[in-house]
């Protein structure tokens, strides 16, 4: 009998005791605290990957319509330079596709070329914003770049797996009306 009512007494105390409250909230609040930190943190990593692969995306058609033929060689350092614009993150889940797009007087849309870096080039019929279908002289080219990023949170709280940034950009030719890209067969311009 004596040991319950020690026990009671024992429990009263506790209940009522006000010393160490602190520490007692606060170790459960700490994880909350915590989890907030590192996903605070994952997501922005995201956000300034998704901002580079943005920069990533204007530089590519910014570089490749400046030239009215693209080499092999200098392909690659057009890729090259995404790949710096991306840095000091890994280029290693880079894809970049650089593609001509060569819309006729029926206002369809065909790949006149494509390059892929990590990726696959794309090819036939393509659909284009209805303001750069009508382009007043015919064929009209357009250069089409797109840049995508696979990222993995370093935590994985809220995404487990990876999230895919991308980003894609429209311009036109600046030196001449179409782009030939050497390499491919076939890829030489139909305009004059």
């Known amino acids: 009998m004596r040991m319950v ?20 909230e606060f170790a459960m609040v700490l994880p909350v605290l915590a989890v907030l930190f590192l996903a605070t943190f994952d997501g922005g990593r995201a956000l300034a990957i998704y901002m580079k692969v943005r920069a990533a995306t204007y530089a590519v058609d910014a570089v490749t319509n400046q030239y009215p033929s693209i080499s092999s060689a200098q392909m690659s ?12 993150y890994s280029g290693t889940p880079l894809v970049v596709t650089i593609s001509q797009i060569e819309v006729t007087k029926q206002n369809t849309a065909t790949v006149a070329w494509s390059y892929s870096f990590n990726g696959t080039p794309l090819s036939g019929s393509q659909t284009v914003p209805a303001n750069l279908a009508t382009c007043g002289t015919y064929p009209c080219y357009l ?22 940034l991308s980003d894609s950009l429209y311009t036109t030719p600046r030196s001449a009306t179409c782009i030939a890209y050497t390499p491919l067969t076939g890829a030489a311009c139909t305009a004059s």
Request: glycine share 10%.
């Open 5 to 24: 009512a020690q026990l009671a007494g024992l429990s009263r105390r506790f209940v009522a005791a006000r010393r160490g409250m602190a520490a007692v």
């Open 77 to 88: 350092d057009i890729v090259g330079a995404t790949a710096k614009v991306l840095s000091p």
């Open 143 to 164: 250069i089409y770049g797109q840049v995508s990023y696979a990222y993995t949170p370093l935590f994985g709280f809220f995404a487990t797996s990876t999230i895919n």
